[in-house]
C-alpha cells in the first residue's frame, strides 16, 4: 500500500506561532514524496487538536503521521494515541520538537522558520523508513528472590511469600540463621536472639510458599522489575554444581555483614596473648557455659576495646558499642564481683531505649573509659591494657581477659554481587542505597532492595524493619495479575550476518544477548533488552538493529538536518 | 553573533551540524535550555537517540560524508547514564573516531562529546554556542567541496 503521509504542525498558541512562519514551512514540505497533506492547528494536544488530527487521518487515509509541536516529552504518547485511536500503528508516526528546541532558542524569525523546515523535512523522510512495531503485554512474575538466610532474609521472606508469591530464599551457607542464630541475649530487651531467630527458622523451613536453596549463591541475575530471569548454583555433595533457574519479579539482598579479621586485631595481641578473645568469640564463650557455666571460667577482671579497625574501615560500625554493654551485663551477671572496663573513643548509642540500656550496664559495675588510643600487652599473671586519656594523661589495666569489638565489614562477595545486579557500592564497600534518606530500600535499581547490614552494620531490630520496609516496597508495586509492557525499541540480530563473534555480549549492560554455539549466532531476548542501541554500535558486521533508531531511519535524518 | 549562525557569514559559510542528543540526559537538557529561552544557533540540527552508545562512528562518518561541518554528539555525566555504562562505551569509541577523522584529513575538532545532564539547560546551551564557534573557525566541511575524498 503506497504511503500516504500526513504532516501536522503545531502553534502551540503564540509559542511557535509568532516565532516560526507556519505558512512557508506548509510549503516548504507540501511537495514532498509520499506528503498527502501539510495542516496546521492552533493547539494540538487539546480536544479539538486531536479530533481534526482524526478527521484528517480519516479522510485522508493517511497511513503515516508527523506532528511538528512540542517536546516529544510531553505529547509523544498523547500523538501516539490519538494514531491507535484511528488505526495508524502508533510507530508509523514521528514528533519534531519546534518548540523547545527551534521557537524557544531562537530569536531571529527568519532563522526558526528554516530550521523547522530542516526537522520538519528529517521528520518527514524518517517517517517513511518507520516499521509498525506491536506492543506485548507481559504477566509480572510475583515471586521473589531473596538473597542471604539471615534475619532480615527471612523476616523479609516470611512477610513475601504467600499462594500467590513464591518466595526463593537463598543460603550460602549449610543453614538458615545467619548471625543471629549464634547470639545469646540481644540487646535490648535481652531476649534470646539465637531462640528468635531459631523460630523464625522453623516458621521458614514450614512455609510452603518459601524455596529455601541452601549452599547456594545467585550467578545470574538479568532483566527488569516484574521480569527477573535468575540462576542460582548450588554446591552438591560430591563437589559438583547445580544451576536452577529461577523467574521472579524482585529481589530482596540481605547479605548482612562480616565482623573484620586480622591485623587490627592482631596488633591488640589476638591470637598472640592468652585471654584475648573478639566479641563474637566472648558470645560463644557466654552462650556455651565456659563462662560462667558449671565448671566455667570467672575472669576476675576485664577490658572491652571498642573501635578495633574503625580507622581503617572509615566508619562507625553503629552496633558495637550497645553490644559490649550487653556482653559486660552478661559477665558480671556470670562473674559476680569482676571489674569491667569499656575503653571506648565515641559512644554510640541511638534510639529509644539504648540510653537506659547503657546506664543499666554502668549500674551493674561497668566501668566506662573514654580513650584516645590502646596498646595490649601479656605479661605474667596477666594482660596489660595501657591506654591515654587523651588529656596526656595515660593508664595502666591489669587485666585477665581483653574483648575486642571489631568492625563490621561488607561480606565477602560484595563486589561480585553490586556487579551482578547493577548496583553501587558505597566508598566503605557496602552496597549503596538510591537515596540515604528518600529511597533507603531502594538498591537504584528497580525491583531490587536492600535489607539489613546490605547496605552497612544494623542492629538485630534494624534489619527487621528494614526487612519489613523491603516486603512493603514490593508488595505495594509487585501484584500478580498485573501486566507490564517491556520496551519494544528493541535491538534483534539478523543472523545471516551474525559472525558469532560474541563482541555484543562483551558490551550488553543487561546480560540481554546469548550466544547458541550450535549455529555461532547470538540471540538478543526481547525481554530484557532495553534498547539502548549500545550493541549495534558495537557489531563489527552490522548485523544488529534497534527498533525504531534503525541506521536507515536516522540516515534519512541526518540527510534532511543537514541540507 | 547566535543571532545570524544559520544564515551565510561574510565568507558565505553557513556551519550545519548534526546534534546527537541521548534521550534522557541531554534531549531534556536541551529541553531545558528551551523553557529557559536560552539562546540556542539555529545551525544545530538536534537528532534524537535514546543513548549515547548508539551513535557509532558509522553514523558520525555518515553525517560528516553527508556535508556536515560538524558532530557533536551528547549524552549523560559519567556515572549517571540510564543504561548504566552506555556513556563510557560512547566515550571510548571516540577514540576511534577521532583517528579515523585524522587520516581522513578531516580536523578532529569537527566531532565533539560533551556530558549534560537534564538540569544542564545552561551548558547545553553553552556546550552549542562553543562549538558553532569553533566549526566557524574551521570553516566548511572540505568534504562539501572536495567530493573526491
Known sequence: MARRIGFFICECGPNIGENVDIDAVLNAVEDMDDVVLAARFGLMCSGPGKDFLKANIKTEKLTHLVVAACSPKQHELTFMEVCEDSGINPFLFQLTNIREQVAWVTKDKEEATEKTIRLAKAAIRRV???????????????????IGG?????????????????????????????????????????????????????????????????????????????????????????????????????????????????????????????GVV?????????????????????????????????????YCSE???????????????????????????????????QQAFLEGAVKAGANLVRTTSVEVGGSKGGITVSHSLGDGKAEKLMVDMVVLSPAMVPPTGTEGMAEMLNVELDPSGFLLEAHAKLEPMAAGIDGIYLAGSASGPRSVSDSIVQAEACAGRVLSSLIPGRTI?????????????????????EVCCYGAIVYDPMKNVSHINAAICRGCGNCVAACPSNAISLYHFTYKQLYQEIVEAIR | MTSSDAKADSQGFRPRVVGFLCNWCSYAGADLAGTSRLDVPAAISPIRVMCSSRVDPVLIMTALMRGADGVLVTGCHPGDCHYDKGNYFARRRFALTDQILTSLGLEPERVRLSWVSASEGPRYAEVVNEFIEEIRELGPNPMRTNRSL
Open chain 1, 278 to 314: 573478639s566479641s563474637a568469640e566472648l558470645e560463644a564463650m557466654l552462650a556455651d557455659g565456659s563462662i560462667g557455666g558449671k565448671g566455667g571460667k570467672a575472669p576476675k577482671s576485664v577490658a572491652f576495646v571498642q573501635c578495633v579497625g574503625r580507622d581503617e574501615v572509615g
Open chain 1, 319 to 353: 552496633i558495637c558499642c550497645m553490644n559490649s554493654a550487653k556482653q559486660a551485663r552478661l559477665l558480671l551477671e556470670a562473674a559476680k564481683g569482676a571489674k569491667v572496663h569499656i575503653l571506648y573513643r565515641d559512644l554510640c548509642v541511638p534510639g529509644r531505649d
Open chain 1, 150 to 274: 539471615g534475619v532480615a532474609g527471612m523476616a523479609a521472606a516470611l512477610r513475601l511469600a504467600s499462594p500467590e508469591r513464591r518466595v526463593h530464599l537463598v543460603e550460602r551457607s549449610s543453614s538458615l540463621g545467619g548471625r543471629v542464630v549464634a547470639q545469646g541475649p540481644i540487646y535490648p530487651t535481652m531476649a534470646s536472639g539465637g531462640e528468635m531467630a531459631t523460630a523464625m527458622v522453623d516458621l521458614v523451613e514450614g512455609n510452603d510458599w518459601i524455596v529455601v536453596h541452601r549452599y547456594s549463591e545467585v550467578s545470574v541475575v538479568v532483566g527488569f522489575f516484574g521480569n527477573f530471569e535468575v540462576v542460582v548454583t548450588g554446591e552438591l555433595e560430591d563437589g559438583g554444581t547445580l544451576e536452577t533457574k529461577v523467574n521472579v519479579g524482585a529481589g530482596v539482598v540481605a547479605t548482612g555483614a562480616e565482623v573484620l579479621e586480622g591485623k587490627p586485631l592482631e596488633d591488640l595481641g589476638h591470637g598472640s596473648i592468652d
Open chain 1, 485 to 505: 509492557e517491556p520496551e519494544i525499541r528493541v535491538s534483534h540480530i539478523l543472523e545471516t550476518l551474525c559472525t558469532g563473534c560474541q563482541t555484543c555480549l
Open chain 1, 128 to 146: 517513511r523508513y518507520h516499521d509498525p512495531l506491536s506492543k506485548t503485554a507481559l504477566a509480572v512474575n510475583a515471586d521473589v528472590l531473596v
